[in-house]
Nanobody
């Protein structure tokens, strides 16, 4: 059974930093892309950053220049380094992985809370 487990969330003051981690387990399939999404109360889930198998990346405009996504293929892990955090970054952050088998399969983690105080 494929599982994604996030860690690294917490409470931080505005201007601070956090590093989120996510590990994918239970699968032998290739991982095409891994991404981080977030959802604030009353809002839709939105893409924060995504990294593809060739290490190309995309970021939402709201985090460009502040967040960095990276991956360790040997460990099936993806990271999100978040710097210069703002109160509006407060949300539950979810890891997502796209696995390649005979079809494409997408899986989600359970989420980790990030709270930025002003």
């Amino acid at each position: 059974q494929v599982q994604l487990v996030e860690s690294g969330g917490g409470l931080v003051q505005a201007g601070g930093s956090l590093r989120l981690s996510c590990v994918v387990s239970g699968s032998t399939l290739s991982i095409n892309a891994m991404g981080w999404y977030r959802q604030a109360p009353g809002k839709q889930r939105e893409l924060v950053a995504i990294i593809f198998s060739g290490d190309s990346t995309n970021y939402s405009d709201s985090v460009k220049g502040r967040f960095t996504i990276s991956r360790d293929n040997a460990k099936n892990m993806v990271y999100l380094q978040m710097n210069s955090l703002k109160p509006e970054d407060t949300a539950s952050y979810y890891c997502n992985a796209e696995l390649q088998g005979t079809s494409i399969y997408r899986y989600w983690g359970q989420g980790t809370q990030v709270t930025v105080s002003s």
